[in-house]
């Protein structure tokens, strides 16, 4: 999971939930590593679960960057000054230390995604993240929780 994504969303809870939504997060990886993350990173006033094996990602239809295509997009990244490498690993040691084994031990290359579902689970939206700075935008899961509750 995208710290700076967590952080704007972090950020927003208080506006996003105003509207009667509940953020859930799900990152693809166990629990014994989420607890280091979340006391490094956070605290978050939403659930982060794991999910180590990947289904639901998978069965919402997240994409699968080939290894060499992230390797090919970090690269670019990094020679065109758009990546810095504090972004891939972060110089304070516990924070590189749990990015390192996220990294050794998590499918770093599959994108994420948002999604907003009915109270009865039914998907209202959904935005797959294409890369990994293809999040949806604050304002944009604001606009489609507006689109979507007839009451706003």
């Not at 996003?16 to 605290?43: C, M, N, S, W």
Request: net charge negative; proline share 8%.
């Amino acid at each position: 999971m995208c710290r700076s994504y967590l952080a704007q969303l972090r950020e927003s809870a208080e506006e996003i939930t105003r509207h009667g939504v509940k953020i859930v997060t799900v990152a693809p990886a166990p629990g014994d590593q989420l607890a280091p993350f979340i006391e490094e990173y956070g605290p978050y006033p939403f659930p982060l679960y794991g999910d180590p094996t990947n289904a639901l990602y998978l069965a919402l239809g997240s994409r699968q960057m080939s290894k060499w295509d992230m390797v090919k997009l970090v690269t670019r990244g990094i020679v065109t000054g758009g990546v810095k490498i504090s972004e891939i690993v972060p110089k304070d040691p516990e924070q590189r230390e749990i990015s390192m084994k996220a990294a050794k031990t998590q499918d770093v290359a599959l994108q994420g995604g948002t999604c907003l579902l009915s109270a009865t689970g039914d998907m209202l939206w959904q935005h797959r993240d294409q890369t990994p700075d293809d999040h949806a935008t604050i304002p944009m899961i604001l606009e489609q929780i507006k689109q979507n509750d007839p009451v706003l």
